[in-house]
C-alpha cells in the first residue's frame, strides 16, 4: 500500500463529517423521503442475502490473496446499505475500505460495478418476477438508484484524489520514501520562511551519509529498504510539524519550523545523526558509513531559500571536514567552505594545466652514502601563497576523481625526469607512487611500456612504490597487473611497511623487490628500546624474504648509525638532502661527484 507524505499531497480521502454527508446527500437529491424509502427496504429484506448476491456475482466468496480480501470486505460492507442510519459512520467506513481497496490495484470502475450489481439485486427482491409492482416498491427503488448514485459520486472522488496524490508523487516527492523531494523541499522552504512568526525561527538540517562499498553492491530493492528504514528513524524523532524530505539517494533535509531558539538546529542534528547511527548498528551492522549533518537558521543565517540551503551545506562541508557528526553554520564555517571550494578549483585547475612538479630525493646506500637512486615527489606552488601540502592535493583530487589522471602524468613525468638523468650522466631508477585505483587499470603495464619507449629510457630504472593502506583495500590489488610490471622490469617497493594490515602475508605474497620503513618508525629508533626492536625486526624480515630495506625520514647521524648496525641497505632523508626540482638534484649529484663515483643502481 502507497503512503502519501501529509507535506506532500492533500489528504488522500474526503473527510466525511455531518456537513460532509448533508451536502452529499443534497447534490443527489436524497432527502427525508429518500432516506424513509431506505429504512422501510431494510425492513424487508436482510444485508445477508444482498452480501451472498454481490460475493457470487464477483466470485469473492473464499477470496484469500491478492486484492480479493479487500473487494471482498467493501463488497460486505456496501450490502449493509440497507441498515444506514444515514450518520456519517458508515460512508466513511466505505471510503476506507475503497481506498485500501483501489492502493491494493483495484480499477476505478468497481464501485460502478458494485453499486449495478447492488441495484439489480435490490430490484429482484422487490419485484420478483410480478408483473405487477405498487407504487411504493418503485418509491424505494427510485430512493435506492439515487443513494447508489450518491455512493458512486462520493468513492469516484475517492479514486480521483488517489490519482492526483500518485501524480503529485511522481513530480514532488519520493517514490520510495513518500516524502517530498528535492524540488517539494525547496517549494515548502520558501512557504516556511514566508510565514516566519516574530520572535520565531525556520531551522534547516541537511544530513549526508557516505556509505562504503558493502552498500554500492546491494540490490536496488535492499537499498530501497535500507532508505525507507533510515526515513523511518529520522521521522521517529523529529517534531511532528518538522518536515523531512530527501534530496538524494544519500541525503536528506528537514525543515525545522516554529523554532523558538536556535539551540533547536543544534539538537535536532544531533539527535538525527544518533538516530541513523543507531539504526545501522542495530538493523544493518554488516553495513558500513559516516553520517554527517549542518545546520542553519533563519532569519540569522539566511533569509531566502537558496541563502539557507547553502548555510546548512557550508556547515555539513565543515561536519565532514573536521570529522564532526554535526556543524552548525558560522561566519567561519562560511570563509572555511569557500576556502575549500577555491582550493578544489584550483588544484583541479593546475593539474590541466600541467602546474604541478616533480621534486626529487636522494636514496644513498649505507653505509658509502652513494647515490643508488631517487623518489619522485609531487609538489605545486600555489600563485602568491608558497607549496601546497601533497596530501591536500592528493585528498582533493580523489575526491573529485582525478587520481587517475595524476597518475599518468606523474608516470609520464618520470619517463622524461629519467631521460634528462641520464643525458648528464646520472643513470639512478627514479621511484614513483602509485595508487590502489592504479592498480586496477588493466592498460596500467602498456602505458608504463610506451613511456619508456618514448623517452627511450629502461623499464629496470622506474620504482614503482605501493602503499600497504591500498593494497588492503578490498579492490585496490591486481596481482596480475603487479606482475606484469615485474616482467617489464621495473622494480616495486612496498611503502609505508608497518603501517598497514596483515604485512607478513604481503611479504609472502606480493611480487616486490623492496621495502621501505615508514617514517613514524625511523624516526623514533634512537629514543626508545621497543622502536628500535620493531624496525630491526622489520629489516631482519624482509632480508628473510631476500628483499631490500629503505628507511625513510633519515634525519641525523645517530639514527644513521643505528641503521648501519640492523644492516639496512639505502635510506632517504634530510640528512643526505631534501626534495628538490631535477636541475637543483643533478647540480647535487655533480658536486658528490667524487663521493659517488661507482654508483650503480641494484
Given at each position: 500500500?502507497?503512503?502519501?507524505?501529509?507535506?506532500?499531497?492533500?489528504?488522500?480521502?474526503?473527510?466525511?463529517?455531518?456537513?460532509?454527508?448533508?451536502?452529499?446527500?443534497?447534490?443527489?437529491?436524497?432527502?427525508?423521503?429518500?432516506?424513509?424509502?431506505?429504512?422501510?427496504?431494510?425492513?424487508?429484506?436482510?444485508?445477508?442475502?444482498?452480501?451472498?448476491?454481490?460475493?457470487?456475482?464477483?466470485?469473492?466468496?473464499?477470496?484469500?490473496?491478492?486484492?480479493?480480501?479487500?473487494?471482498?470486505?467493501?463488497?460486505?460492507?456496501?450490502?449493509?446499505?440497507?441498515?444506514?442510519?444515514?450518520?456519517?459512520?458508515?460512508?466513511?467506513?466505505?471510503?476506507?475500505?475503497?481506498?485500501?481497496?483501489?492502493?491494493?490495484?483495484?480499477?476505478?470502475?468497481?464501485?460502478?460495478?458494485?453499486?449495478?450489481?447492488?441495484?439489480?439485486?435490490?430490484?429482484?427482491?422487490?419485484?420478483?418476477?410480478?408483473?405487477?409492482?405498487?407504487?411504493?416498491?418503485?418509491?424505494?427503488?427510485?430512493?435506492?438508484?439515487?443513494?447508489?448514485?450518491?455512493?458512486?459520486?462520493?468513492?469516484?472522488?475517492?479514486?480521483?484524489?488517489?490519482?492526483?496524490?500518485?501524480?503529485?508523487?511522481?513530480?514532488?516527492?519520493?517514490?520510495?520514501?513518500?516524502?517530498?523531494?528535492?524540488?517539494?523541499?525547496?517549494?515548502?522552504?520558501?512557504?516556511?520562511?514566508?510565514?516566519?512568526?516574530?520572535?520565531?525561527?525556520?531551522?534547516?538540517?541537511?544530513?549526508?551519509?557516505?556509505?562504503?562499498?558493502?552498500?554500492?553492491?546491494?540490490?536496488?530493492?535492499?537499498?530501497?529498504?535500507?532508505?525507507?528504514?533510515?526515513?523511518?528513524?529520522?521521522?521517529?524523532?523529529?517534531?511532528?510539524?518538522?518536515?523531512?524530505?530527501?534530496?538524494?539517494?544519500?541525503?536528506?533535509?528537514?525543515?525545522?519550523?516554529?523554532?523558538?531558539?536556535?539551540?533547536?538546529?543544534?539538537?535536532?542534528?544531533?539527535?538525527?545523526?544518533?538516530?541513523?547511527?543507531?539504526?545501522?548498528?542495530?538493523?544493518?551492522?554488516?553495513?558500513?558509513?559516516?553520517?554527517?549533518?549542518?545546520?542553519?537558521?533563519?532569519?540569522?543565517?539566511?533569509?531566502?531559500?537558496?541563502?539557507?540551503?547553502?548555510?546548512?551545506?557550508?556547515?555539513?562541508?565543515?561536519?565532514?571536514?573536521?570529522?564532526?557528526?554535526?556543524?552548525?553554520?558560522?561566519?567561519?564555517?562560511?570563509?572555511?567552505?569557500?576556502?575549500?571550494?577555491?582550493?578544489?578549483?584550483?588544484?583541479?585547475?593546475?593539474?590541466?594545466?600541467?602546474?604541478?612538479?616533480?621534486?626529487?630525493?636522494?636514496?644513498?646506500?649505507?653505509?658509502?652514502?652513494?647515490?643508488?637512486?631517487?623518489?619522485?615527489?609531487?609538489?605545486?606552488?600555489?600563485?602568491?601563497?608558497?607549496?601546497?601540502?601533497?596530501?591536500?592535493?592528493?585528498?582533493?583530487?580523489?575526491?573529485?576523481?582525478?587520481?587517475?589522471?595524476?597518475?599518468?602524468?606523474?608516470?609520464?613525468?618520470?619517463?622524461?625526469?629519467?631521460?634528462?638523468?641520464?643525458?648528464?650522466?646520472?643513470?639512478v631508477a627514479v621511484s614513483v607512487n602509485l595508487m590502489?585505483?592504479?592498480?586496477?587499470?588493466?592498460?596500467?603495464?602498456?602505458?608504463?611500456?610506451?613511456?619508456?619507449?618514448?623517452?627511450?629510457?629502461?623499464?629496470?630504472?622506474?620504482c614503482f612504490e605501493l602503499t600497504e593502506g591500498g593494497?588492503?583495500?578490498?579492490?585496490?590489488?591486481?596481482?596480475?597487473?603487479?606482475?606484469?610490471?615485474?616482467?617489464?622490469?621495473?622494480?616495486?617497493?612496498?611503502?609505508?611497511?608497518?603501517?598497514?594490515?596483515?604485512?607478513?602475508?604481503?611479504?609472502?605474497?606480493?611480487?616486490?623487490?623492496?621495502?621501505?620503513?615508514?617514517?613514524?618508525?625511523?624516526?623514533?629508533?634512537?629514543?626508545?628500546?621497543?622502536?628500535?626492536?620493531?624496525?630491526?625486526?622489520?629489516?631482519?624480515?624482509?632480508?628473510?624474504?631476500?628483499?631490500?630495506?629503505?628507511?625513510?625520514?633519515?634525519?641525523?647521524?645517530?639514527?644513521?648509525?643505528?641503521?648501519?648496525?640492523?644492516?639496512?641497505?639505502?635510506?632517504?632523508?634530510?640528512?643526505?638532502?631534501?626534495?628538490?626540482?631535477?636541475?637543483?638534484?643533478?647540480?647535487?649529484?655533480?658536486?658528490?661527484?667524487?663521493?659517488?663515483?661507482?654508483?650503480?643502481?641494484?
Open positions: 500500500m502507497n503512503t502519501l507524505a501529509p507535506h506532500l499531497v492533500r489528504s488522500p480521502h474526503p473527510v466525511i463529517d455531518e456537513d460532509a454527508l448533508a451536502r452529499l446527500l443534497l447534490r443527489y437529491g436524497v432527502g427525508q423521503g429518500e432516506q424513509a424509502a431506505v429504512r422501510a427496504f431494510g425492513r424487508i429484506i436482510r444485508a445477508g442475502e444482498l452480501e451472498d448476491a454481490l460475493l457470487s456475482r464477483f466470485d469473492l466468496g473464499d477470496a484469500v490473496a491478492g486484492v480479493e480480501p479487500s473487494l471482498r470486505a467493501f463488497c460486505i460492507e456496501l450490502a449493509r446499505i440497507t441498515e444506514w442510519d444515514f450518520t456519517p459512520a458508515w460512508p466513511a467506513r466505505l471510503v476506507d475500505l475503497w481506498s485500501e481497496c483501489y492502493l491494493g490495484g483495484a480499477v476505478a470502475e468497481f464501485p460502478f460495478i458494485a453499486i449495478e450489481a447492488l441495484m439489480a439485486s435490490c430490484q429482484v427482491h422487490l419485484f420478483s418476477d410480478r408483473a405487477m409492482v405498487h407504487r411504493l416498491e418503485l418509491d424505494i427503488l427510485s430512493a435506492l438508484v439515487r443513494l447508489g448514485w450518491c455512493l458512486g459520486g462520493l468513492l469516484c472522488e475517492v479514486s480521483i484524489d488517489h490519482e492526483q496524490a500518485f501524480r503529485l508523487n511522481a513530480e514532488d516527492g519520493d517514490a520510495v520514501l513518500g516524502i517530498p523531494n528535492r524540488r517539494r523541499f525547496l517549494t515548502l522552504l520558501t512557504e516556511g520562511l514566508a510565514h516566519v512568526a516574530d520572535g520565531q525561527a525556520v531551522g534547516l538540517l541537511v544530513l549526508d551519509i557516505e556509505w562504503g562499498r558493502s552498500v554500492d553492491v546491494l540490490a536496488m530493492d535492499e537499498r530501497d529498504h535500507l532508505r525507507l528504514a533510515l526515513s523511518d528513524a529520522m521521522r521517529a524523532v523529529l517534531r511532528a510539524n518538522d518536515i523531512l524530505c530527501a534530496l538524494g539517494d544519500d541525503q536528506w533535509a528537514v525543515i525545522l519550523p516554529e523554532l523558538q531558539h536556535p539551540a533547536q538546529v543544534s539538537l535536532a542534528g544531533s539527535k538525527l545523526v544518533d538516530a541513523c547511527e543507531v539504526l545501522r548498528g542495530n538493523n544493518f551492522p554488516g553495513q558500513r558509513g559516516r553520517f554527517h549533518a549542518g545546520g542553519a537558521w533563519a532569519p540569522e543565517h539566511a533569509t531566502d531559500p537558496l541563502g539557507l540551503v547553502h548555510a546548512a551545506r557550508a556547515a555539513l562541508v565543515a561536519a565532514k571536514a573536521s570529522g564532526r557528526a554535526f556543524d552548525l553554520y558560522c561566519s567561519d564555517t562560511a570563509v572555511r567552505s569557500h576556502g575549500d571550494a577555491g582550493f578544489e578549483s584550483e588544484v583541479a585547475r593546475a593539474l590541466e594545466t600541467r602546474q604541478f612538479q616533480l621534486y626529487l630525493q636522494p636514496q644513498v646506500a649505507l653505509p658509502s652514502r652513494r647515490l643508488v637512486g631517487a623518489e619522485a615527489l609531487l609538489r605545486w606552488r600555489r600563485e602568491g601563497q608558497g607549496f601546497a601540502s601533497p596530501p591536500d592535493i592528493l585528498q582533493v583530487l580523489e575526491r573529485i576523481g582525478l587520481m587517475a589522471e595524476l597518475s599518468r602524468w606523474v608516470i609520464q613525468q618520470a619517463g622524461q625526469v629519467l631521460a634528462t638523468l641520464a643525458a648528464a650522466g646520472c643513470e590502489a585505483e592504479d592498480l586496477k587499470d588493466p592498460e596500467l603495464p602498456l602505458f608504463i611500456r610506451q613511456t619508456c619507449e618514448t623517452w627511450r629510457v629502461p623499464e629496470s630504472r622506474m593494497l588492503v583495500s578490498r579492490d585496490g590489488m591486481s596481482v596480475r597487473n603487479l606482475d606484469a610490471l615485474r616482467v617489464g622490469g621495473g622494480r616495486l617497493a612496498l611503502d609505508d611497511f608497518g603501517t598497514g594490515y596483515s604485512s607478513m602475508d604481503y611479504l609472502r605474497r606480493l611480487p616486490v623487490d623492496e621495502l621501505k620503513l615508514d617514517k613514524s618508525f625511523v624516526e623514533r629508533i634512537t629514543l626508545t628500546d621497543n622502536d628500535r626492536a620493531i624496525v630491526e625486526l622489520m629489516v631482519r624480515v624482509a632480508h628473510t624474504f631476500g628483499l631490500d630495506v629503505v628507511a625513510e625520514g633519515v634525519e641525523d647521524a645517530a639514527t644513521e648509525a643505528v641503521l648501519n648496525e640492523m644492516g639496512c641497505d639505502r635510506a632517504q632523508g634530510y640528512l643526505y638532502a631534501p626534495a628538490m626540482p631535477v636541475d637543483q638534484f643533478i647540480a647535487w649529484w655533480q658536486s658528490h661527484r667524487d663521493a659517488l663515483i661507482g654508483a650503480r643502481t641494484p
